[in-house]
């Protein structure tokens, strides 16, 4: 069965350096999404990404993130400087339609 | 704007209990309405989705929901609860936007008791 890959697993930096998340969504699928979940905390939208544009970004989503297809299979979320509060599971999903999300297994990113 | 409550962040029963996981949501348009399940260090694997047709919406590993539109719920219940089970339950509701964003909430952590 076709899955969301995400890589690396675990991931830590500095406070102040750049991070890029990588992820290959299912190879069909047309709809891109970043979630992040801090720990102990709610599973909160990132942004949303379709046609090769951003579709919907939320508050959270601001100057210091960036997200790219570069090739027709990997979707990556750039930090461009790491802060604290960034250290969350950053996770990635996709879908065919505007209906079921797949996500991946996540990224854990530890900032220090 | 959309969101969703779970009432309840830990819900322990026994093995063989009867399973109910409670989610309320808020939606200015017709909701497509989830529960995902995550199992300790994995990601989000989906049990089951509505998305307008049958109200009881049955899903993987025995779970079922019911939309009820009156009382703005979709709880997740099971009949008989396994070990397997514990694991950390989430609500989600989208539609209310273009981006087809996800807005999920809080999250329950079902515990199974021998």
């Known amino acids: 069965e076709p899955e969301v890959t995400q890589t690396p697993s675990h991931q830590v930096t500095q406070m102040g350096q750049e991070v890029i998340l990588r992820c290959v969504p299912i190879?069909?699928?047309?709809?891109f999404y970043w979630y992040r979940q801090i720990l102990g905390q709610k599973v909160e939208f990132l942004v949303s990404f379709y046609n090769n544009e951003i579709s919907e970004k939320s508050e959270i989503f601001d100057d210091q993130f960036s997200v790219e297809r570069p090739d027709g299979s990997n979707f990556t979320l750039k930090i461009r400087s790491t802060k604290l509060e960034d250290s969350a599971m950053y996770f990635c999903a996709s879908s065919w339609d505007s209906g079921t999300q797949y996500f991946g297994p996540g990224t854990r990113l530890l900032v220090l | 704007a959309q969101s969703v409550t779970q009432l309840g962040s830990h819900v322990s029963v026994s093995e063989g209990a009867l399973v109910l996981l409670r989610c309320n949501y808020s939606s200015s348009v017709p909701p497509y309405l989830f529960w995902y399940v995550q199992y300790p260090n994995q990601g989000l694997q989906l049990l089951l989705k509505?998305?307008?047709?049958?109200?009881l919406v049955k899903g993987i590993n025995g779970f079922e929901a019911e939309f009820k539109k009156s009382e703005t719920s979709f709880h997740l219940t099971k009949p008989s609860a396994h070990m397997s089970d514990a694991a950390e339950y989430f609500c989600a509701v989208s539609g209310d936007n273009a981006g087809n964003m996800l807005t999920f909430g809080g999250g329950t952590r079902l515990m199974v008791k021998p």
């Open positions: 509505y998305t307008s047709a049958a109200t």
């Open positions: 190879s069909n699928h047309l709809y």
